[in-house]
């Protein structure tokens, strides 16, 4: 499934950006003409990707070469060749746009993804995602928080239950919602996670009461409520912290004893990592 979703991803970015032809390549650079390119780091940071742009090359021309001076994950500083490229010219120019665009995205996630990772070292706790991702490229987003050092959470709302705030408010409370839940699933013989989401300690009483659930998230709760969380949770389920948990805050809140730190600013606004093709 990955690899089609990939190939969807390529194709569709190389269909937007190529169109009908480039037309400025193709009056200025005879298809012919050989050369070479390299790409370079402009910042520091951690590169995520490279498989993904070699792919972007490769769909546009298959007669080139590709050699790879840095790994997927590995920490690079600034001024960096990380790949050098051989062959038409032409066709790495077309490939340009869409290779970087995809490397700059996926490195600026694992980077920011490898910050949180570092400052919770030493804590039980994991760094993980969320669904908050660009549209259509969920795959990469979280593929590039994997390289980071970062864990995932559900891909979808196929793969696991996450009762929220929304749907506790629809239901009309914690408990019913969670009975409704239950219930579904058992009908249906559906062997899936259950999560909760509380916005008080009151709440994490309510979702203790039921077998069945595997994650209890803690909602913008402060550092002591997390704290008395984690205790009265006691390790019968796993626990997660999420909301406004910032590079910052996130050494405390590891600190408090929970399994897993939620972060959506990974992938709903990372920062590009500065990288450009140079001919040579």
């Known amino acids: 499934m990955n690899d089609s979703v990939i190939n969807r991803i390529v194709e569709e970015a190389l269909r937007e950006d190529l169109g009908l032809g480039d037309i400025t390549t193709d009056s200025i650079v005879p298809h012919e003409q050989q050369g070479e390119a390299k790409l370079l ?7 995520a990707g490279m498989e993904i742009a070699a792919y972007v090359f490769y769909c546009v021309d298959t007669n080139w070469e590709m050699s790879f001076l840095k790994n ?15 062959g038409s010219l032409g ?34 706790a994991k760094i993980t995602d969320t669904r908050k991702t660009a549209p259509g490229l969920r795959l990469l ?31 009309g409370g914690i408990a019913i919602a969670i009975e ?17 989401e509380t916005r008080n300690l009151e709440e994490v009483k309510a979702a203790l009461q039921f077998k069945g659930i595997h994650r209890i998230m803690l909602d913008n709760f402060s550092l002591e409520e997390m704290r008395q969380a984690v205790q009265l949770i006691n390790h019968t389920v796993e626990v997660e ?14 600190e408090t004893g929970v399994d897993f730190i939620s972060v959506g600013m990974f992938t709903h ?8 093709l140079d001919i040579c």
Do not use: W, Y
Request: aromatic share 2%.
């Open 41 to 47: 780091v402009k910042e520091d940071g951690v590169i």
């Open 91 to 124: 066709s790495i120019l077309k490939s340009e746009r869409t290779a970087l665009n995809i490397l700059q995205r996926m490195s600026g996630i694992a980077t920011l993804t490898r910050k949180f990772v570092n400052a919770v070292e030493g804590t039980s």
């Open 241 to 254: 912290a999420s909301g406004k948990v910032n590079l910052d805050t996130v050494r405390a809140v590891a």
């Open 141 to 171: 987003d979280k593929m590039a928080v994997q390289i980071g050092g970062g864990v995932n959470h559900r891909f979808g709302l196929d793969d696991m239950v996450l009762i929220k705030d929304n749907h506790i408010e629809a239901a």
């Open 269 to 276: 606004s990372p920062k590009a990592l500065d990288i450009s």
């Open 180 to 196: 409704r839940c239950l219930a579904f699933l058992k009908e249906r013989q559906l062997n899936i996670k259950v999560e909760v």
């Open 72 to 86: 997927e994950g590995d920490a690079v500083e600034s001024g960096s060749v990380i790949s050098n490229l051989k």
